[in-house]
């Protein structure tokens, strides 16, 4: 009577994570510890095409792969040893709790596969289709590809602080008037650092107290404008503008009056 009652509620227990795991969009496939294929979903189904009565056979790990791969649906290796060397190396890191890599489909899909231990010495592998998700991250590295190069175009200096008075963006003219890019340095640019070094190549002003002043305002803050002067004599326009979530935007610009007497080093300190 104990052994028919501890099957029956065996039984009960793996209809219920079947009904579990049947709603989950993410393909999931647990194998035992000789790597057969115990439990699948029907998400696994759909994103592996594979015939549902194969599955059902209890497949083996490396059975259900090169049937994956048959059907273009794992990344293609130079030469068949390669992948299997591959596979047994997917198999020992997520036995590990290790595995997690995606997978570049040669018809443009993309899958998020993790491998996780599972108990005694089980393997459960989960399929996720990520392919909206990368195209989504690839049109916003387009984006913004396409809106640097479009404002490296201006002739404007222009450089953007966020709210915690960080430097997060500029355009090519900026980093040539300051002789300064910021991605070339490891250390992290703010406001005072930047700062600092525009006064070596401008006259005394007061504008960088208040251009510091404005980034760290929280509330309500309206654009201004002022002119500054460099060493070199050039006269700048210096914008300061809020922008969204709080940051702050800055542009130089020469303006209309040109260029006037240079000032020295030594006056300028």
């Not at 002739?155 to 003219?173: K, T």
Request: proline share 5%.
């Amino acid at each position: 009577d104990a052994a028919v009652t501890a099957e029956n509620t065996l039984r009960e227990f793996m209809q219920t994570l079947s009904k579990t795991f049947a709603h989950l969009p993410i393909g999931l496939a647990i194998f035992d510890k000789d790597r057969k294929l115990q439990m699948f979903n029907p998400a696994l189904v759909e994103l592996s095409t594979l015939p549902p009565d194969f599955l059902t056979r209890r497949p083996t790990m490396l059975a259900v792969l090169d049937a994956m791969r048959d059907r273009n649906l794992l990344p293609e290796p130079k030469d068949y040893q390669s992948w299997r060397r591959q596979i047994v190396e997917m198999e020992r890191a997520a036995a590990s709790g290790l595995f997690q890599e995606n997978w570049a489909l040669p018809d443009g899909q993309t899958f998020r596969v993790t491998g996780r231990p599972h108990p005694n010495g089980g393997l459960a592998l989960m399929i996720e289709d990520i392919s909206g998700e990368m195209q989504r991250s690839r049109r916003y590295r387009s984006d913004l590809e396409i809106s640097q190069s479009v404002i490296d175009q201006l002739s404007e200096a222009i450089v953007v602080f966020d709210q915690g008075g960080h430097l997060v963006w500029c355009n090519s003219a900026y980093t040539a008037l300051w002789d300064h890019d910021p991605s070339a340095s490891m250390n992290d640019s703010t406001i005072r650092t930047v700062t600092a070094q525009w006064k070596t190549r401008t006259a005394p002003t007061q504008l960088w107290v208040e251009i510091d002043e404005f980034i760290h305002t929280i509330g309500a803050r309206e654009a201004w404008a002022k002119d500054l002067r460099l060493l070199d004599g050039r006269l700048l326009s210096c914008s300061v503008a809020p922008v969204a979530a709080g940051a702050t935007m800055i542009a130089f610009r020469t303006t209309a009056r040109g260029v006037v007497e240079p000032v020295s080093a030594t006056a300028a300190r």
